[in-house]
C-alpha cells in the first residue's frame, strides 16, 4: 500500500504466473543470484567512481578558492585552521565587513485587509547546493510594504539555515529567476559588496570543502539535525583575490564544473543502465526466455 492506492491479496492472488519444474526454479535461482552478484558489484564500482569525481572536483574548487592558481605565488598564514595558507596578496575578510544578511519572513502569520497582494517565496526545498529547484514555488498574501522587507534581489546568494546536516550553508546565487519573490526565515540573502568581491566566488567559497567545513564544525547540533545562524555566517572567513583573479578563479570553476558533471553524468546514465539490464535479466529469467 502505498498513499491511498491499495494493491490486495484478492487482486494479486489472481495473477498467473509461470511455475518450471522445481529443479529448474533451483536452476533458475542459481543463475540469478550469480548474474545479479555481478551486476551488483559492477554498479557499486560505477557508484564508489561518481564518489571519486566528486571528491576530486571539491578538492580542485576548494583549491582554487584559496590557493588561486599560480602553484608559484608567494604564500603565507591566513590565520584560518579551515584555509590554511593563502597567496600573499590576498586578502581574508569576515563575510560581515562586505555583505548584508537579510533573514526571511517566519510563516504562519495571517494578514487581514483588502490590500493583500500574492507573491511566491522560496522555501528550503527551493534552495539546493549550486542551484534551484523551482518546480513548485508555494505563494504568501500579504500587505506590499511587508513583503518589501523580504524580497529577493539579482545577484543575492541565498543560504539555508539548516536541518538535516545536508541541508546545512547550502544555496547559489540568485538570478532573478522568479520575480517578486521572497523567502521564508530558513534562508538568509547574502547581499555583496560587489566592489570588494564577486558574489558567485562568495557563493563558491561557501560551497567549498572549506565552506563545509566551517559550517559543520560551528553549528548548533542536535540528533541528525544541525542550523546556523546569522551571527556565525557573517563571521565566515573568505580568501579574497583581487577581482581579476577572482574572474579567473571563476571561470576555471566553471570548466572543472561542467567537466566532472559530464563525465558523472555518463556514469550515472551507465548505472541506470545495468539496472534496467538486471530487471530484464530476472524477468527473463523467471518467464523461460533464458535457457539454462
Not at 533458475?28 to 564500482?45: C, S
Not at 519572513?105 to 483588502?114: C, D, E, R
Not at 567545513?213 to 540528533?223: D, E, G, L, P, S
Amino acid at each position: 500500500r502505498e498513499r491511498s492506492t491499495d494493491f490486495r491479496f484478492n487482486d494479486f492472488g489472481k495473477l498467473l504466473l509461470p511455475l518450471p519444474p522445481k529443479a529448474e526454479q533451483d536452476r533458475i535461482a542459481n543463475f540469478l543470484d550469480r548474474k545479479t552478484a555481478e551486476i551488483d558489484e559492477a554498479i557499486a564500482k560505477k557508484q564508489r567512481l561518481i564518489e571519486l569525481l566528486k571528491e576530486q572536483k571539491a578538492i580542485l574548487i576548494n583549491q582554487a578558492v584559496t590557493k588561486g592558481l599560480n602553484p608559484d605565488a608567494p604564500m603565507r598564514d591566513s590565520g584560518v585552521e579551515w584555509i590554511g595558507d593563502i597567496p600573499s596578496h590576498w586578502l581574508i575578510r569576515k563575510l560581515k565587513y562586505f555583505t548584508e544578511v537579510q533573514s526571511g519572513i517566519t510563516l504562519g502569520k495571517l494578514y487581514g485587509g483588502n490590500n493583500l497582494s500574492s507573491y511566491p517565496y522560496l522555501r528550503v526545498a527551493n534552495v539546493q547546493a549550486g542551484y534551484f529547484e523551482l518546480a513548485e514555488i508555494a505563494e504568501l498574501r500579504l500587505p506590499r510594504q511587508i513583503a518589501n522587507q523580504y524580497l529577493v534581489r539579482k545577484g543575492d546568494i541565498l543560504i539555508t539555515e539548516g536541518g538535516d546536516i545536508d541541508k546545512l550553508g547550502r544555496g547559489t546565487v540568485w538570478k532573478g529567476e522568479i520575480g517578486n519573490c521572497l523567502h521564508q526565515n530558513h534562508i538568509f540573502a547574502v547581499r555583496v559588496n560587489q566592489r570588494l568581491v564577486s558574489e558567485y566566488f562568495v557563493s563558491i567559497a561557501l560551497g567549498a570543502d572549506y565552506g563545509r567545513r566551517y559550517f559543520t564544525h560551528t553549528a548548533n547540533k542536535t540528533t541528525n539535525l544541525a542550523s546556523t545562524n546569522k551571527a556565525k555566517l557573517g563571521n565566515f572567513p573568505v580568501a579574497i583575490p583581487p577581482i581579476n583573479e577572482q574572474q579567473k578563479i571563476l571561470e576555471y570553476c566553471e570548466v572543472i564544473d561542467t567537466e566532472y558533471d559530464a563525465v558523472i553524468n555518463t556514469v550515472l546514465r551507465e548505472v541506470a543502465s545495468l539496472n534496467e539490464y538486471k530487471q530484464v535479466v530476472v524477468a527473463d529469467a523467471v518467464t523461460g526466455k533464458i535457457k539454462l
